[in-house]
């Protein structure tokens, strides 16, 4: 059955989270469509930010943040530094409200490991499934629409669900860290990043010094005093500045 054109562009965006290029050429055969349909769909989906046009193809954009398979596979050491310094940070007991992420995942192996009898809100599955590996944790999936390429769930419902919880606090993950505030690559995990900020006392920012200084598309919030960020290295002399004046505690692991 002939794909809606809807349908093959979503399935050309799809190829190229596998495949970092694609030729106009093996699309078209791949998509049993012509090679002027596949070059009208490029297009499109250029005006649209999703892919950059090259000669004879097209290529994922280099501003596309990689998937969190793709993500999990770097900065590493730096991570796990990350998420045992945060870690300190919880007490048993606790209610705590975690966004899905590279960064968050290994802070959640972390939770697992060491600490016990936390009640955990999250819209993640790697988060859930991480933490549900101790029975000794009370763990609650928040409900919306799933997105595969992520493995969280966003939208509508997931903020309607976050407001019937409060939290001692939330730890999220961050695309980019600037003096503005932390932001997501995403709109919908940024709007349940700051959904889960406003509905808790506190807020840790887990994220790495490769994050500085990197503006993303949807900030989620703003440095304050009830704001901890928990990094790898120190930041830079404007976003450190920036950091101070708002009160914002800076903890270098």
């Not at 990689?66 to 945060?86: H, T």
């Not at 790697?126 to 769930?153: C, F, T, W």
Request: charged share 25%; aromatic share 4%.
């Amino acid at each position: 059955m002939r794909q809606s054109k809807s349908e093959r562009q979503a399935r050309i965006v799809s190829e190229l989270r596998a495949a970092p290029a694609l030729r106009v050429n093996d699309l078209a055969d791949r998509l049993d469509v012509s090679t002027e349909t596949v070059r009208r769909d490029f297009t499109e989906l250029e005006e649209r930010g999703l892919i950059n046009r090259t000669y004879g193809g097209a290529m994922r954009p280099m501003s596309l943040e990689p998937a969190l398979a793709e993500r999990e596979q770097l900065m590493v050491a730096e991570r796990e530094r990350i998420a045992s310094r945060a870690v300190q940070l919880v007490e048993d007991n606790d209610i705590l409200m975690i966004g899905g992420g590279a960064t968050t995942l290994h802070f959640a192996r972390r939770l697992a490991a060491e600490r016990n009898h936390l009640t955990i809100i999250t819209h993640a599955f790697s988060i859930a499934a991480a933490l549900a590996s101790n029975p000794l944790h009370k763990v609650l999936m928040l409900p919306g629409q799933y997105d595969g390429r992520e493995g969280l769930i966003s939208g509508p419902d997931t903020i309607d669900a976050l407001q019937k919880y409060r939290a001692t606090r939330a730890f999220l993950g961050a695309s980019g860290v600037t003096d503005e505030g932390p932001s997501d690559a995403s709109v919908g995990p940024g709007l349940i990043y700051g959904a889960m900020m406003r509905r808790s006392a506190e807020t840790v920012v887990l994220a790495d010094h490769s994050k500085f200084e990197k503006p993303s598309l949807s900030v989620y919030g703003a440095w304050a005093a009830n704001v901890t960020l928990v990094t790898d290295r120190a930041p830079g002399h404007a976003l450190a500045q920036q950091l101070e004046q708002c009160a914002t505690n800076v903890v270098v692991a």
